[in-house]
């Protein structure tokens, strides 16, 4: 079946680092991708989606593209700040007729001041 | 921000007692999905509609809850006999089509003791 690999579980970052998640998927044909980020006490927002190859997705600060070849849909961003801890979450919807989501792991993002 | 709201925002019962919580989806949004976020961050899908039809459930939303999206009122979801198990966070997900993106509930948090 359809699934999405985070490897990272959590990460630990410093004002101003760069940050990447790394999130790979499995699915056939064109799933749409999406990152998530859930603060503690609230439902997930989304961040931003993409629905074809190398199409690149981007909100505040945050970007990733779209990776066929790869299957991959990384997020990064080149200044982290404190206000940037959160879970993050890489989604994918199908598109064949079964549109529930595939949610990754979670990476738990801390980013200390 | 999400406009989708979910009431109430926390919920305790006793084993064997019934739990209902209601969401109010974006408005024009007539796709609602229902997921069970456990203490792990891992998302399991329940049950979405479309209107005031169901399309899709998993085993467990058929057996022992029940859900309802009734045309004019907050859709809900009904545990019909908790269990330690069920404690967890609800998300209600709206969004325009089966396809579209889903924006997020801030989600009613269970406790079964």
């Known amino acids: 079946g359809d699934s999405v690999t985070q490897t990272e579980g959590q990460v630990a970052l410093s004002e101003e680092d760069f940050l990447t998640i790394h999130c790979n998927y499995s699915?056939?044909?064109?799933?749409?991708l999406f990152w998530y980020v859930q603060y503690p006490g609230e439902g997930p927002q989304l961040l931003f989606r993409?629905?074809?190859?190398?199409e690149k997705g981007s909100s505040r600060g945050f970007e990733a593209t779209y990776d066929k070849g790869t299957t991959s849909f990384h997020l990064r961003k080149a200044s982290v700040q404190e206000s940037d801890s959160a879970v993050y979450y890489c989604?994918?919807?199908?598109?064949?007729?079964?549109?529930?989501?595939?949610f990754g792991a979670g990476t738990r993002l801390k980013v200390i001041a | 921000n999400s406009k989708v709201i979910q009431t109430p925002r926390y919920l305790v019962k006793g084993q064997g007692q019934k739990a209902k919580m209601r969401c109010i989806p974006e408005?024009?949004?007539?796709?609602v999905f229902w997921y069970q976020q456990n203490k792990n961050n891992e998302f399991k899908f329940l049950i979405n509609f479309q209107n005031q039809e169901v399309l899709q459930q998993i085993d467990m939303t058929e057996k022992r809850f029940s859900a309802e999206c009734p045309s004019n009122s907050p859709c809900s979801l009904e545990i019909q006999s908790s269990e330690a198990g069920d404690s967890a966070l609800y998300l209600c997900?709206?969004?325009?089509?089966?396809?579209?993106?889903?924006?997020f509930g801030p989600g009613t948090r269970l406790l079964v003791l």
């Open positions: 997900a709206s969004s325009l089509g089966q396809q579209d993106t889903q924006y």
């Open positions: 699915a056939s044909g064109y799933p749409t």
């Open positions: 989604a994918l919807s199908p598109n064949t007729g079964n549109y529930k989501y595939v």
């Open positions: 408005k024009g949004h007539p796709v």
């Open positions: 993409a629905s074809r190859d190398k």
